[in-house]
């Protein structure tokens, strides 16, 4: 397993649509090529999501380049999870003021193919950065 600090995100979203920000990498499958005489390869898909495959967010930067108040949703969802539910909210219609930034330190764990969304009331305006650690 390797430890990678770094940047995991940065999204500035140019709609006011809900927007996937970051997913946590899912194991990816594997070609294995045949040693016999009659050459071959097969694509190994991994049975489940490796539960070695994880993210840590550490924090959540949140900078507002409108002239005005912008609003911000966060919603963190479960991998495969259909459609959206009020619980996957971790912030809702939070405002943010001109010229200002939120640093928010949530230290959440996430599993492989988990993701988090963004939102944001005006269009080009939020800069999200999500830093943290992503073990594989």
């Not at 966060?74 to 495969?80: D, H």
């Not at 640093?103 to 939102?119: E, F, Q, R, T």
Request: glycine share 6%; aromatic share 6%; hydrophobic share 40%.
């Amino acid at each position: 397993m390797a430890d990678n600090y770094k940047i995991l995100a940065q999204i500035l979203p140019s709609d006011t649509n809900e927007n996937t920000a970051y997913t946590v990498p899912v194991a990816a499958a594997t070609t294995v090529a045949s040693t016999t005489s009659s050459p071959f390869t097969v694509q190994v898909a991994p049975k489940s999501l490796s539960p070695k495959t994880y993210s840590i967010i550490s924090s959540i930067i949140i900078c507002n380049l409108h002239s005005g108040a912008v609003t911000y949703d966060i919603r963190l969802k479960v991998a495969a999870s259909v459609g959206d539910n009020d619980k996957e909210m971790l912030f809702k219609t939070v405002s943010l003021s001109n010229g200002k930034t939120h640093i928010l330190s949530p230290g959440m764990g996430l599993s492989a193919g988990n993701l988090i969304k963004v939102k944001s009331s005006v269009a080009s305006k939020l800069a999200f950065t999500f830093m943290g650690i992503e073990v594989t």
